[in-house]
């Protein structure tokens, strides 16, 4: 199995930037891809952004494109999220996820069956 941990959550001023990591460890550590999601209180999980090993195709979603920046460290089994511009509607909870499959279509990428791994989450908080 693999282990996701997430950090770099906190607290940012609206328009501000922070970058979250998410840390691989386990019986696979180099997973097919990897991507970032996020939930608020009250509403459903959102797909922000995910990134492929080979290639380092990435991929985002329509609400932080050009704003966030999905990275990854296949070295260090880690994956990065750089978040700028942060906006009202970005605090939420952020999970990092996993993927073994290696045949999986890019439609797929932003859904959360594709992915057998998640994170506990980190918090993201804005203010004004």
């Known amino acids: 199995q693999v282990q996701l941990v997430e950090s770099g959550g906190g607290l940012v001023q609206a328009g501000g930037s922070l970058r979250l990591s998410c840390a691989a460890s386990?019986?696979?550590?180099?997973?097919?891809?990897m991507g970032w999601f996020r939930q608020a209180p009250g509403k459903e999980r959102e797909f922000v952004a995910a990134?492929?090993?080979?290639?380092?195709?990435?991929y985002y979603g329509d609400s932080v494109k050009g704003r966030f920046t999905i990275s990854r460290d296949n070295t260090k089994n880690t994956v990065y999220l750089q978040m700028n511009s942060l906006k009202p509607e970005d605090p939420a909870v952020y999970y990092c996820?996993?993927?073994?499959?290696?045949?999986?279509?890019?439609?797929?990428?932003?859904?959360?069956?594709?992915?057998?791994?998640w994170g506990q989450g980190t918090q993201v908080t804005v203010s004004s």
């Open positions: 996820a996993a993927a073994e499959a290696t045949n999986a279509p890019a439609s797929t990428y932003s859904r959360e069956v594709l992915y057998d791994y």
């Open positions: 990134i492929r090993r080979s290639y380092s195709n990435t």
């Open positions: 386990g019986r696979t550590v180099s997973p097919y891809a």
